[in-house]
């Protein structure tokens, strides 16, 4: 008989996005309609990967471009990578401090991997993206939430940070524009925590993946704001470039000062192992970041129509409150009735899908503590999808 036995470090990992669309295929298979409003890819509604970085993946493949690259990635694409850092985020970083990656979450794996032994706490915005608490967790570190104020537009209580710092804490971790709520970070904002990270030693982590992503406010990169002290900033291609299944990402060490040296070099060593990232899509990459842009802006604005729309019927519907998002493509609003009419958030989410075939996330999946009471509903749907979604939320708060 084989063993079955599991590893605790691997069956604790949670990823409520993902996790929920199990009750929604025995939904499905049942013969009933589900509209997902819970993963987070535009590639699944009506935005399409532009075509010149599509072109340039069949050059590269067609080319012969297929055989294992760099472990820190192709030296052209980090070029790129320092190029659009310089012309968007106004960061100087060069070649030798970008490691390209398989997606933003084999970063997040590879930075915790590098950061964090047994006991070390990390501090992650509540609510936060899941991956940065389960990967703490699987390297039997800490993730400690500090509260992020949802009236003020879920900036983060700057006050709450400070006092959970300990002498246990290795980094913090900002993700702006924020998933799960949308919020953007204002330049105070992101220099108090540099100052907090500096002041206490620690390493500070900036997930940047929605930085083109915004509606109305600039968006401010945190090793702009850094200046000369240290930053690792994580950012990608699924997003702004309508890339999610190409699975292309990278990191940077914003280092003037070559205080992350001994990190660097550990985390080189272990982009090794994993060989390298797909070639050709790395060809790809270069195409987006040094072709034309234009399909952003025309994203945004179609997203702006989405969230506009969304927040209106939102604030329609008695019984649930919403901050309006400035970035990303999510809303994270309140269900009043949460702990009477639902016991938890889990059991609301779950008790839509069951009446109306809506899949949203339950807010605990993105913190216990601070996301509870609430849901995330992703806003990429062209506006009739939503519309029909929106009117059986309606319905269902009425019932
Ligand atoms: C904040 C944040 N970071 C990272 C990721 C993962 O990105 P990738 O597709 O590059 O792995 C996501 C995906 O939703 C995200 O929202």
Redesign the pocket.
């Known amino acids: 008989m084989v063993s079955a036995t599991v590893t605790r470090r691997v069956s604790t990992i949670e990823y409520a996005?993902r996790d929920v669309v199990d009750l929604a295929k025995k939904l499905e298979s049942k013969g009933r309609q589900v509209t997902y409003l819970n993963i987070?890819d535009p590639v699944k509604f009506d935005f399409d990967t532009p075509d010149h970085i599509k072109q340039a993946l069949f050059r590269a493949v067609k080319s012969g471009e297929n055989w294992y690259g760099q472990s820190e990635g192709l030296l052209e694409l980090r070029e790129a990578i320092c190029r659009k850092e310089k012309r968007v985020n106004k960061i100087d970083i060069s070649p030798e401090n970008v490691i390209v990656t398989t997606?933003?979450?084999?970063a997040?794996f590879m930075i915790m991997a590098a950061i964090i032994e047994k006991g070390d706490e990390i501090l992650v915005p509540g609510p936060t993206?899941p991956?940065y608490t389960s990967y703490a967790k699987f390297f039997e570190g800490k993730p400690v939430s500090y509260r992020t104020i949802e009236e003020e537009g879920w900036v983060p209580d700057l006050d709450d940070i400070e006092s959970k710092i300990s002498d246990k804490t290795k980094g913090i971790l900002v993700?702006n524009p924020?998933?799960p709520c949308g919020a953007l970070y204002d330049k105070n904002v992101i220099a108090r925590i540099v100052s907090l990270a500096s002041e206490n030693e620690l390493i500070l982590l900036s997930?940047e993946?929605?930085d083109r992503i915004v509606y109305e406010e600039e968006f401010v990169s945190t090793a702009h704001v850094a200046k000369d002290l240290p930053v690792i900033g994580?950012n990608?291609?699924?997003?702004t470039y309508l890339a999610?299944g190409w699975?292309?990402?990278y990191f940077y060490f914003h280092d003037p000062e070559g205080k992350l040296e001994p990190l660097k070099d550990s985390v080189k060593r272990e982009s090794r192992i994993r060989l390298c990232t797909n070639t050709p899509i790395q060809r790809a990459g270069v195409a987006a970041l040094d072709g034309s842009q234009s399909h952003i802006k025309k994203m945004v604005d179609e997203l702006r129509k989405r969230r506009n729309y969304v927040c209106k019927r939102l604030k329609e519907i008695a019984g649930i409150s919403c901050t309006t998002p400035k970035g990303?493509f999510y809303v994270f609003p309140k269900i009043h009735d949460v702990g009477r009419r639902w016991k938890t958030d889990l059991e609301f989410a779950s008790n839509l899908l069951e009446e109306t075939g809506v899949l949203v996330v339950h807010g605990s999946g993105f913190c216990k503590k601070y996301g509870a009471g609430h849901v995330r509903i992703v806003f990429l749907p062209p506006i009739e999808v939503l519309e029909s979604a929106f009117d059986m939320l309606e319905r269902f708060m009425r019932s």
Request: glycine content about 16%; aromatic content about 12%; proline content about 4%.
């Open positions: 996005i987070g997606g933003v979450s084999e997040i993206y991956p993700i924020n998933n997930d993946i929605y994580l990608g291609f699924s997003k999610t699975r292309l990402g990303a």
